[in-house]
């Protein structure tokens, strides 16, 4: 079984934090999370919504042995994509789409297929730190 990770992008610091853990106490409302910084070897993050963006780890590794995560920018052979929650499990979208209301998102047995057979992914950065990637 696969570890559960979580990272999460610190919107004000504008920096990608590692997740120790993420606490649900009395349902999805009332969240409780804490994380680990280089600087904050310990933070609680008590309402955490307006502040991070929390991304989870896909089980995946691209064709160079680094974790996919959800809100990572793929290359494929296919040109990229980026990686997204979808109904409970992950998925990709081209970058056209990116920001758009509608989204055209493949499966997360296309990216397992993609990973094992058509060339594999490469992560190249995510949606936060290299938006620019998509424009």
Do not use: C
Not at 55 to 67: A, I, R, V, Y
Request: proline letters at 1%; charged letters at 30%; aromatic letters at 10%.
């Amino acid at each position: 079984m696969e570890q559960i990770k979580f990272r999460a992008w610190d919107k004000t610091s504008k920096i990608m934090l590692d997740v120790v853990s993420v606490v649900f106490i009395g349902g999805v409302t009332d969240q409780k999370i804490v994380m680990q910084t280089p600087d904050k070897p310990h933070e609680q993050w008590n309402s955490f919504r307006d502040q991070v963006e929390i991304m989870q780890f896909t089980g995946l590794l691209d064709k160079n042995g680094k974790e996919i995560f959800e809100g990572d920018i793929i290359k494929t052979n296919e040109g990229l994509r980026f990686v997204v929650e979808d109904s409970g499990g992950f998925g990709t979208e081209n970058k056209e789409d990116y920001g758009k209301d509608w989204l055209n998102v493949s499966s997360f047995e296309w990216l397992i297929e993609t990973i094992e057979n058509k060339g594999g992914v490469e992560v190249i950065g995510n949606v936060f730190e290299n938006s620019d990637l998509l424009k």
